[in-house]
């Protein structure tokens, strides 16, 4: 099973980027198959979908978020980025990583998740 | 307002059983077999309980088990246990708009 790690600013102003990274480890973040996927939760609410991407680059995005959302893969670290820009206090939300079937839709492994408030 | 819709709460006795519905549309539930069910105790991350519907992941309670009719996807959870209490997702495939959907979340309370 593989772990995944969220590190990140806590803190970002309204108006700047938020900039996420995932760490991937016991395996191979270029395992054919697999999306690796940006969820986020705010406080008190349930999941959103943020987007994904797998080895070779391919991403999709929410299309509520699609204008803002970055996502990218780095193979040689086996770390996946998120950039989120224009941030609001609506973007305050805990992010999660995960690990997410592309065949089977499903995400089987996730990070701890990392808070990430939006105030000036 | 999410895509899927759940009910806000659940509620039952240990060992007795509770389901938990998720309706969505032709473009998610029913027009794909990959409805999935996550697990997620208070500042936890999710942990999937089932996928592709009906399938259980290795080391999940064969007492969690999903089904689906038409539109509605249902988690059922059999002889309820104290440990059981905890938010549940639903989720969904929902094509090449929307990809990835998710419920409201139900709280499972055992009383």
């Known amino acids: 099973q593989v772990q995944l790690q969220e590190s990140g600013p806590g803190l970002v102003k309204p108006s700047q980027t938020l900039s996420l990274t995932c760490t991937v480890s016991?395996?191979?973040?270029?395992?054919?198959?697999?999306?690796w996927t940006w969820i986020r939760q705010r406080p008190g609410k349930g999941l959103e979908w943020v987007g994904y991407?797998?080895?070779?680059?391919?991403?999709y995005s929410n299309p509520s978020l699609k204008s803002r959302v970055r996502i990218s893969v780095d193979t040689s670290k086996n770390q996946v980025s998120l950039k989120l820009g224009s941030v609001t206090a609506a973007d305050t939300a805990v992010y999660f990583c995960?690990?997410?079937?592309?065949?089977?839709?499903?995400?089987?492994?996730w990070g701890q998740g990392t808070l990430v408030t939006v105030s000036s | 307002q999410s895509a899927l819709t759940q009910p806000p709460s659940a509620s039952g006795s240990p060992g007795q059983s509770v389901t938990i519905s998720c309706t969505g549309t032709s473009s998610d539930v029913s027009g794909y077999n990959y409805v999935s069910w996550y697990q997620q105790h208070p500042g936890k991350a999710p942990k999937l309980m089932i996928y592709?519907?009906?399938k259980r992941p290795s080391g999940v309670p064969d007492r969690f088990s999903g089904s689906k009719s038409g539109n509605t996807a249902s988690l059922t959870v059999s002889g309820l246990q104290a440990e059981d209490e905890a938010d549940y997702y639903c989720s969904s495939y929902a094509g090449s708009n929307n990809f990835v959907v998710f419920g409201g979340g139900t709280k499972l309370t055992v009383l």
């Open positions: 592709e519907v009906t």
């Open positions: 991407i797998n080895y070779s680059g391919t991403t």
């Open positions: 016991g395996g191979s973040i270029s395992s054919p198959g697999y999306y």
């Open positions: 995960a690990k997410y079937s592309g065949d089977y839709a499903y995400s089987d492994s």
